[in-house]
């Protein structure tokens, strides 16, 4: 049995794959414990079996050996050496979590993707992969290796003058204003919040726009402006004429409103490069489970 999971800021998703297959998947609330550690040994303890190793996928910058990582949004640390001799288990190894999106992409079926803009694809083009959840991940497929990033902590640029606001905001409480400060589910509560006043839950936010509540359909217009100008900006610099493709929680959440224009209008708004950015495919991941599935496509070539 090898131990697959992907590990983000609110959940964590752990599984086994056994003979190739995925078994005993299991989602936890990572508020739920104080340490990966310890939602790691209830996990085990749960499952009962022998475990040989394997792959986890975290949301946070891993070292260049692959044994150790920080969670960007939680105080966590995971140590694979520390976790092998205190919970007996085989040889672990760590990957970024949009890099285990990205291994994802390249053994997801077509009917999990949905397609926003057709463009011209190319086959041997460099894929790039990124989205909105607690944070802002994103990963390269260039074939299929995969390049890391912490592209998502790149500085935010506003592109009007709602945008420097927020932006001015932003500055004022933070300092440094990164892409992710507002693309992400903290980044739609935030702009909700500036624009509004009214502080709440992002998922509440998604809940009322989904519903046409006015104001929250604001927020998120705006939230998909910064969205689509980044991963526009994000596939220019890189020349991603294998294809965007869009994952994340809040991307998944938000799918009929992403699916409205202002993704894509901000996407393709590139001046004299706007004929390049529509050159480019534009496809959202729908399946949740995406992370774990290129966690466990890595421990299966490692197999």
Not at 33 to 49: G, P
Not at 99 to 127: C, F, K, M, N, Y
Not at 150 to 178: D, K, M, S, Y
Not at 271 to 294: F, K, N, S
């Amino acid at each position: 049995m090898k131990l697959i999971g992907d590990i983000g800021g609110t959940k964590v998703l752990l599984a086994l794959l056994d003979e190739g297959k995925i078994t005993q998947q299991r989602r936890l609330a990572s508020a739920d414990f104080s340490s990966f550690d310890a939602l790691l040994d209830a996990y085990l303890r749960e499952v009962a079996v022998p475990v040989a190793g394997g792959c986890l996928a975290v949301a946070g910058p891993v070292a260049d050996d692959g044994r150790r990582a920080k969670i960007t949004n939680l105080p966590w640390v995971i140590d694979a050496g520390r976790l092998e001799k205190d919970l007996g288990l085989g040889r672990l190894t760590l990957i970024n979590d949009f890099a285990g999106v990205a291994l994802g992409v390249t053994a997801l079926p077509p009917e999990h993707l949905i397609t926003l803009q057709t463009g011209d694809p190319r086959a041997a083009g460099i894929r790039l992969v990124l989205g909105a959840g607690t944070g802002l991940g994103m990963a390269m497929l260039v074939g299929d290796q995969v390049l890391p990033s912490e592209g998502g902590h790149v500085g935010f640029a506003p592109a009007n003058e709602t945008e420097l606001r927020i932006w001015t905001a932003l500055q004022e409480e933070h300092g440094r204003v990164t892409a992710e400060r507002v693309i992400s589910g903290p980044g739609l509560a935030a702009i909700h919040g500036i624009l509004s006043g009214e502080y709440i839950d992002p998922a509440d936010i998604s809940a009322r726009a989904l519903g046409k509540d006015a104001v929250a359909l604001r927020s998120v217009d705006v939230f998909m402006g910064s969205y689509g100008a980044f991963a526009g900006d994000m596939a220019l610099a890189l020349m991603a004429t294998g294809g965007v493709f869009l994952a994340g929680g809040v991307t998944q959440k938000l799918l009929p409103l992403l699916q409205n224009g202002a993704f894509l209008a901000a996407f393709n708004a590139k001046a004299e490069h706007a004929e390049l950015a529509r050159r480019m495919p534009v496809q959202v991941v729908t399946d949740p489970d995406i992370g774990l599935l290129g966690a466990a496509t890595l421990a299966r070539r490692m197999h």
